[in-house]
């Protein structure tokens, strides 16, 4: 054996081992187990990297070029393709794209390019041996200057970007907050958010994406309570002027899945309080405090409790819950636990620039451009910014500093810009969108009714065959959608803009009752009981209890009621899939102005053709913008056309409270006496101390107005304790936190201006309007207004009223005088009416000789009897497109006649009194007290002596629907009648001061007109005052307070 042989066998000293010595161990050790999974890792791989918009993306292109490879070439999908059957697949393509714009003819070149960078990079990843070579790119750019030529591209953006700044923003949000406070809402919950939402975004300067969850992403990427640090300086008073914000975007666009690659910006309240609708933090103080996320029902509270922790920090509840949430239903609310996606803050600034009447395209990606131009024109100064001056002082080459090395060196840009871009109110940039000069034309135009010819114009249009028949609500509702978009379009073409210069946050393009001062309800509020919190302490919630929306899109039942209606959809007579698709038709999940820079969730222009994919089929057939939901709001939101618009924006430092009417909320004031019922509190504290700010912010977290039909309607109940909140109006309301109990909305007579009739209802409103005029206000202005309140003595009886004696006795008469009886006329024996106005009704719909009845507009075909008015008039509406109500009269059953009192005087011999009585019972009073009758026999002899007449009473005007319920469905299914059945400021000044009241009275005594003989405030009695009287005793509480601790 030689020396070599027995020097290479001897045993070798480790030492302290080889670098890499212990995985290399693994390897060997797992050798077996690894051979087996790697193999099953390679073929596992498929074509999908990136986010998940972009993996969509992808895959959409490879189906199709596989599909046209497979059926049109013939190809097999095993060998790789050319760029010959590049350039054929996409010259097949690009005629069978629809357009997702409204009157764009061809795809967009942009979509082109990415379809090319799809395949060769899927050719690259199939086959090993495909390669592109420059003779097939400079063939395909050939081909696409032809293509480009010949006008089956659109080369460049399609859409027109738009730049939302300070200025604008501003204008915008103030408009927004006074609609919906002067307008109502069924929950100011949501305005808070919402405003919060577009005020945020705008203020961070980033992306939807990078707050809100992107579309395609499952997990908890999205801004949470813990990304922001809300805390007081060292030393600092507990003051809101002290308090300091930092916002961590934990997953902003590109680094959704990288570690400590978060952005960071600062905030602070901003130095204007007349600004402090647009203060990030003010909005989130108030959301958090109507909704329960911190400790404290005020804004003071939140700051001592911070003051007295040692990190002086705002305590966030619920730190992982998302900031921005999806809204939920029943009641209309903010879902806490579940986070909603960009789309949200898109529709929020649509139907703001609708509000505010921007002559230009409000989107989400608006507000980015706006905040990158007002950055770009800050006054010069020092920002300790990643310079090339840093990248040589550290050594960085340049392409270190291009990789962004040295800006992650640097670290964040600690300047608050959003109070910068405030400085001295902002400033208005030339290419930012102007303003409407007549801010009411472009609802005037815009909600005017949809009609059957405008419907079937754009099916013809769009090429359809269909009939209109034919159509579902959906469809329906969609077309209704492009034809308002398109009177929108129309409409900023032809409007004449503000002049240059002229400030926009100055002058409000709407009207507000109540400024951006402490608001005060209309009327007061039941006191709560128990406890109605509503919250779950911080140590019963877990992480696990968190909800997440996997795929959410706009809901449309969660809107705000001013944009589809009031509770509409709550009655629509339409399955989940049905109102599911609805949301994705009108909400289309890309709105980005043609911009690269948009979410990358949300496909870009450049990806248009990925669009059929990602909704349904309801989206595939009619997508539409969110701008069109705005364009289908209720016309009970329009402003009316006699309210005065301010010219200067009003200092909050020399405004108090808006007065507020106390009495009677049914009922009409006398304004020589009306200010015996004002309450007004005193002037707000100088803007220059912190308190003001406090004062606005405390006054939005508790203001708890609410606007809805159903509330309206069981608020009595709620308020004489007769329901639980539960069990009543709590399923259209929000309590506890710093809210206030919920209160009515109240409606005031749009159709005189001097008349201060009021009532939570709007069929009473309705009914009013019918019959007031100039005279009739007045008289009543006149006459001593009758503030006392009388009340039912029947035992178990809360009935209240300061309608008069006539209201209190028509109560004892319909309630407590009646004897439930089924129908004299035999039909149903079984059903028993309890109350006198049920009974009325239905005399008039089954026993009047008018109903049921069939159509009797010529060649209608229809064979079915229609039950009611209602019924027929919605016939006549759908099937003959008789959208006016004067239109349909000729065509209703005619009215029988019937008696008609006679004014005139006592008739009894011997009498002396030459008193006109104006009415029956006028005369029966007569009867029983002057000349001591007895009830019965006073009756005999009125019906023996008194002179009546035949008259025909004149045809109600009526929509298509009946009651609130009904009335809403319809308007879910078709809006042709809104002109009519909701109140608008157009619709109220062209109706007819002759026109009827809109219930048929059968009484002998009540007026026709619906109004007393004196032309006094009160109105005939109806069956829905009553439901009302509780409000009214409310307010007449409040104007005669006096009064009432007598009566106790």
Same mark, same amino acid.
């Not at 499952?218 to 600092?236: P, T, V």
């Not at 609805?582 to 909400?587: K, R, S, Y």
């Not at 405004?655 to 009677?664: K, Y």
């Not at 710093?738 to 009739?757: D, G, K, L, V």
């Given at each position: 054996?030689?020396?070599?042989?027995?020097? #290479?066998?001897?045993?070798?000293?480790?030492?302290?081992?080889?670098? *890499?010595?212990?995985?290399?161990?693994?390897?060997?050790?797992?050798?077996?187990?690894?051979?087996? $999974?790697?193999?099953?890792?390679?073929?596992?791989?498929?074509?999908?990297?990136?986010?998940?918009?972009?993996?969509?993306?992808?895959?959409?292109?490879?189906?199709?070029?596989?599909? /046209?490879?497979?059926?049109?070439?013939?190809?097999?999908?095993?060998?790789?393709?050319?760029?010959?059957?590049?350039?054929? /697949?996409?010259?097949?393509?690009?005629?069978?794209?629809?357009?997702?714009?409204?009157?764009?003819?061809?795809?967009?070149?942009?979509?082109?390019?990415?379809?090319?960078?799809?395949?060769?990079?899927?050719?690259?990843?199939? !086959?090993?041996?495909?390669?592109?070579?420059?003779?097939?790119?400079?063939?395909?750019?050939?081909?696409?200057?032809?293509?480009?030529?010949?006008?089956?591209?659109?080369?460049?953006?399609?859409?027109?970007?738009?730049?939302?700044?300070?200025?604008?923003?501003?204008?915008?949000?103030?408009?927004?907050?006074?609609?919906?406070?002067?307008?109502?809402?069924?929950?100011?919950?949501?305005?808070?958010?919402?405003?919060?939402?577009?005020?945020?975004?705008?203020?961070?300067?980033?992306?939807?994406?990078?707050?809100?969850?992107?579309?395609?992403?499952? =997990?908890?990427?999205?801004?949470?309570?813990?990304?922001?640090?809300?805390?007081?300086?060292?030393?600092?008073?507990?003051?809101?002027?002290?308090?300091?914000?930092?916002?961590?975007?934990?997953?902003?666009?590109?680094?959704?899945?990288?570690?400590?690659?978060?952005?960071?910006?600062?905030?602070?309240?901003?130095?204007?309080?007349?600004?402090?609708?647009?203060?990030?933090?003010?909005?989130?103080?108030?959301?958090?405090?109507?909704?329960?996320?911190?400790?404290?029902?005020?804004?003071?509270?939140?700051?001592?409790?911070?003051?007295?922790?040692?990190?002086?920090?705002?305590?966030?509840?619920?730190?992982?819950?998302?900031?921005?949430?999806?809204?939920?239903?029943?009641?209309?609310?903010?879902?806490?636990?579940?986070?909603? *996606?960009?789309?949200?803050?898109?529709?929020?600034?649509?139907?703001?620039?609708?509000?505010?009447?921007?002559?230009?395209?409000?989107?989400?990606?608006?507000?980015?451009?706006?905040?990158?131009?007002?950055?770009?024109?800050?006054?010069?100064?020092?920002?300790?910014?990643?310079?090339? &001056?840093?990248?040589?002082?550290?050594?960085? $080459?340049?392409?270190?500093?291009?990789?962004?090395?040295? &800006?992650?060196?640097?670290?964040?840009?600690?300047?608050?810009?959003?109070?910068?871009?405030?400085?001295?109110?902002?400033?208005?940039?030339?290419?930012?969108?102007?303003?409407?000069?007549?801010?009411?034309?472009?609802?005037?135009?815009?909600?005017?009714?949809?009609?059957?010819?405008?419907?079937?114009?754009?099916?013809?249009?769009?090429?359809?065959?269909?009939?209109?028949?034919?159509?579902?609500?959906?469809?329906?509702?969609?077309?209704?959608?492009?034809?308002?978009?398109?009177?929108?379009?129309?409409?900023?073409?032809?409007?004449?803009?503000?002049?240059?210069?002229?400030?926009?946050?100055?002058?409000?393009?709407?009207?507000?009752?109540?400024?951006?001062?402490?608001?005060?309800?209309?009327?007061?509020?039941?006191?709560?009981?128990?406890?109605?919190? *509503?919250?779950?302490?911080?140590?019963?919630?877990?992480?696990?209890?968190?909800?997440?929306?996997?795929?959410?899109?706009?809901?449309?039942?969660?809107?705000?009621?001013?944009?589809?209606?009031?509770?509409?959809?709550?009655?629509?007579?339409?399955?989940?899939?049905?109102?599911?698709?609805?949301?994705?038709?009108?909400?289309?999940?890309?709105?980005?102005?043609?911009?690269?820079?948009?979410?990358?969730?949300?496909?870009?222009?450049?990806?248009?053709?990925?669009? =059929?994919?990602?909704? #349904?089929?309801?989206?595939?057939?009619?997508?539409?913008?969110?701008? =069109?939901?705005?364009?289908?709001?209720?016309?009970?939101?329009?402003?009316?056309?006699?309210?005065?618009?301010?010219?200067?924006?009003?200092?909050?430092?020399?405004?108090?409270?808006?007065?507020?009417?106390?009495?009677?909320? #049914?009922?009409?004031?006398?304004?020589?006496?009306?200010?015996?019922?004002?309450?007004?509190?005193?002037?707000?504290?100088?803007?220059?101390?912190?308190?003001?700010?406090?004062?606005?912010?405390?006054?939005?977290?508790?203001?708890?107005?609410?606007?809805?039909?159903?509330?309206?309607?069981? !608020?009595?109940?709620?308020?004489?304790?007769?329901?639980?909140?539960?069990?009543?109006?709590?399923?259209?309301?929000?309590?506890?936190?710093?809210?206030?109990?919920?209160?009515?909305?109240?409606?005031?007579?749009?159709?005189?201006?001097?008349?201060?009739?009021?009532?939570?209802?709007?069929?009473?409103?309705?009914?009013?309007?019918?019959?007031?005029?100039?005279?009739?206000?007045?008289?009543?202005?006149?006459?001593?207004?009758?503030?006392?309140?009388?009340?039912?003595?029947?035992?178990?009886?809360?009935?209240?009223?300061?309608?008069?004696?006539?209201?209190?006795?028509?109560?004892?008469?319909?309630?407590?005088? !009646?004897?439930?009886?089924?129908?004299?006329?035999?039909?149903?024996?079984?059903?028993?009416?309890?109350?006198?106005?049920?009974?009325?009704?239905?005399?008039?719909?089954?026993?009047?000789?008018?109903?049921?009845?069939?159509?009797?507009?010529?060649?209608?075909?229809?064979?079915?009897?229609? @039950?009611?008015?209602?019924?027929?008039?919605?016939?006549?509406?759908?099937?003959?497109?008789?959208?006016?109500?004067?239109?349909?009269?000729?065509?209703?059953?005619?009215?029988?006649?019937?008696?008609?009192?006679?004014?005139?005087?006592?008739?009894?011999?011997?009498?002396?009194?030459?008193?006109?009585?104006?009415?029956?019972?006028?005369?029966?009073?007569?009867?029983?007290?002057?000349?001591?009758?007895?009830?019965?026999?006073?009756?005999?002899?009125?019906?023996? #002596?008194?002179?009546?007449?035949?008259?025909?009473?004149?045809?109600?005007?009526?929509?298509?629907?009946?009651?609130?319920?009904?009335?809403?469905?319809?308007?879910?299914?078709?809006?042709?009648?809104?002109?009519?059945?909701?109140?608008?400021?157009?619709?109220?000044?062209?109706?007819?001061?002759?026109?009827?009241?809109?219930?048929?009275?059968?009484?002998?005594?009540?007026?026709?007109?619906?109004?007393?003989?004196?032309?006094?405030? @009160?109105?005939?009695?109806?069956? &829905?005052?009553?439901?009302?009287?509780?409000?009214?005793?409310?307010?007449?509480?409040?104007?005669?307070?006096?009064?009432?601790?007598?009566?106790?």
């Amino acid at each position: 054996m030689s020396d070599n042989h027995g020097h #290479n066998s001897a045993p070798t000293k480790r030492g302290r081992g080889r670098p *890499g010595q212990a995985s290399i161990d693994k390897i060997i050790a797992d050798a077996d187990k690894d051979r087996v $999974s790697s193999l099953e890792a390679l073929e596992g791989l498929k074509f999908e990297t990136g986010p998940p918009g972009v993996r969509a993306i992808k895959s959409l292109w490879t189906a199709r070029f596989n599909a /046209f490879r497979t059926h049109v070439l013939q190809q097999s999908l095993d060998v790789p393709f050319t760029g010959t059957d590049i350039i054929r /697949f996409l010259d097949s393509v690009i005629g069978k794209l629809d357009a997702v714009d409204s009157g764009k003819p061809v795809p967009s070149l942009s979509i082109i390019h990415t379809a090319c960078n799809v395949l060769r990079k899927y050719g690259e990843f199939r !086959w090993s041996q495909f390669t592109s070579t420059p003779h097939d790119t400079a063939r395909l750019e050939s081909w696409i200057n032809r293509a480009v030529e010949n006008k089956r591209l659109v080369k460049g953006f399609w859409r027109k970007s738009t730049w939302i700044g300070f200025v604008t923003l501003s204008r915008m949000v103030r408009t927004f907050l006074q609609h919906f406070i002067s307008r109502g809402t069924d929950n100011f919950d949501l305005v808070v958010y919402k405003c919060l939402s577009v005020v945020l975004v705008a203020a961070l300067g980033c992306r939807g994406g990078d707050v809100a969850r992107s579309n395609g992403y499952k =997990g908890r990427e999205y801004l949470q309570y813990h990304h922001i640090e809300l805390y007081l300086e060292s030393g600092a008073k507990p003051e809101y002027k002290n308090l300091r914000g930092i916002v961590t975007l934990e997953y902003v666009k590109g680094s959704k899945d990288k570690v400590n690659a978060s952005q960071v910006r600062y905030l602070k309240p901003l130095d204007d309080s007349e600004l402090i609708h647009v203060d990030p933090i003010a909005l989130l103080l108030v959301h958090c405090l109507r909704n329960g996320l911190v400790q404290g029902t005020t804004v003071q509270e939140i700051l001592n409790d911070a003051a007295a922790r040692p990190d002086r920090h705002v305590q966030w509840k619920y730190p992982d819950r998302p900031v921005l949430t999806a809204w939920a239903r029943r009641p209309k609310r903010c879902d806490l636990d579940t986070v909603t *996606g960009p789309h949200q803050i898109t529709n929020t600034i649509k139907l703001m620039g609708m509000l505010s009447v921007l002559l230009g395209r409000a989107y989400g990606h608006a507000l980015r451009l706006g905040a990158a131009r007002d950055f770009a024109h800050l006054p010069s100064r020092k920002t300790h910014a990643s310079t090339d &001056e840093v990248r040589n002082y550290l050594g960085h $080459s340049h392409a270190a500093a291009a990789a962004g090395t040295t &800006e992650r060196y640097v670290g964040d840009l600690y300047r608050e810009v959003w109070n910068e871009r405030a400085e001295g109110g902002g400033v208005q940039h030339h290419r930012e969108p102007r303003f409407a000069v007549d801010g009411f034309a472009q609802f005037e135009t815009v909600e005017q009714p949809v009609t059957r010819e405008e419907i079937q114009t754009e099916l013809d249009e769009n090429g359809s065959t269909r009939d209109i028949s034919s159509l579902t609500i959906i469809e329906k509702k969609t077309l209704h959608q492009r034809v308002r978009r398109k009177r929108l379009e129309a409409f900023n073409q032809s409007a004449m803009a503000e002049p240059r210069g002229h400030q926009p946050g100055a002058a409000p393009s709407l009207p507000m009752s109540h400024p951006l001062t402490p608001i005060s309800v209309n009327i007061p509020h039941r006191p709560a009981t128990g406890n109605v919190n *509503g919250t779950t302490p911080i140590s019963e919630k877990t992480h696990t209890s968190l909800r997440t929306n996997d795929n959410d899109p706009t809901d449309l039942w969660t809107l705000d009621p001013v944009i589809l209606d009031e509770d509409s959809l709550e009655q629509v007579d339409a399955s989940e899939s049905d109102i599911n698709a609805l949301q994705a038709v009108v909400f289309p999940a890309n709105d980005d102005g043609g911009t690269m820079d948009s979410d990358e969730d949300e496909a870009p222009d450049e990806y248009e053709g990925l669009r =059929g994919v990602a909704t #349904n089929a309801a989206m595939r057939e009619f997508d539409e913008e969110a701008a =069109g939901v705005v364009l289908g709001m209720s016309t009970t939101a329009l402003p009316t056309a006699r309210t005065a618009v301010p010219t200067t924006r009003t200092s909050l430092s020399t405004i108090s409270t808006t007065s507020v009417n106390r009495t009677a909320p #049914n009922t009409r004031t006398s304004p020589a006496t009306s200010a015996t019922a004002v309450i007004v509190s005193a002037p707000l504290i100088p803007i220059s101390v912190s308190s003001a700010a406090h004062e606005w912010i405390d006054s939005y977290a508790k203001y708890n107005v609410v606007k809805n039909s159903q509330f309206a309607t069981q !608020w009595k109940e709620f308020y004489n304790g007769e329901a639980s909140f539960d069990e009543s109006v709590g399923n259209h309301s929000m309590r506890g936190n710093s809210r206030n109990e919920p209160s009515p909305y109240m409606f005031h007579c749009r159709q005189t201006p001097a008349c201060t009739y009021r009532t939570i209802k709007l069929g009473l409103l309705e009914q009013h309007e019918g019959s007031c005029n100039d005279d009739l206000v007045a008289a009543a202005a006149h006459e001593e207004p009758d503030t006392s309140i009388l009340r039912c003595h029947h035992p178990g009886c809360s009935f209240e009223t300061s309608s008069g004696r006539r209201s209190l006795e028509k109560h004892r008469q319909d309630t407590h005088d !009646w004897i439930p009886k089924p129908c004299e006329h035999g039909c149903e024996p079984g059903k028993i009416y309890f109350k006198k106005s049920a009974y009325t009704d239905h005399q008039i719909k089954m026993h009047s000789g008018r109903w049921p009845a069939v159509c009797s507009f010529p060649e209608c075909t229809e064979q079915k009897q229609f @039950k009611d008015q209602h019924t027929l008039a919605y016939h006549l509406t759908k099937a003959h497109g008789l959208t006016d109500a004067q239109a349909r009269l000729p065509y209703l059953p005619p009215i029988p006649a019937k008696r008609q009192w006679v004014v005139q005087s006592c008739f009894k011999s011997g009498c002396t009194n030459t008193t006109m009585m104006p009415s029956k019972s006028r005369m029966l009073l007569h009867l029983t007290s002057y000349h001591k009758l007895e009830t019965d026999a006073a009756d005999d002899l009125i019906e023996k #002596n008194a002179k009546f007449e035949m008259v025909i009473p004149k045809a109600r005007v009526l929509g298509p629907a009946g009651n609130a319920k009904k009335r809403n469905k319809d308007r879910a299914f078709t809006d042709a009648d809104e002109a009519e059945d909701a109140p608008s400021a157009h619709g109220a000044a062209k109706r007819s001061k002759k026109q009827t009241s809109v219930e048929e009275d059968e009484s002998e005594d009540a007026p026709l007109t619906g109004i007393t003989k004196k032309g006094s405030k @009160k109105q005939a009695p109806s069956k &829905e005052n009553k439901a009302d009287d509780a409000p009214s005793r409310l307010a007449n509480v409040q104007a005669a307070p006096k009064k009432r601790k007598e009566k106790k």
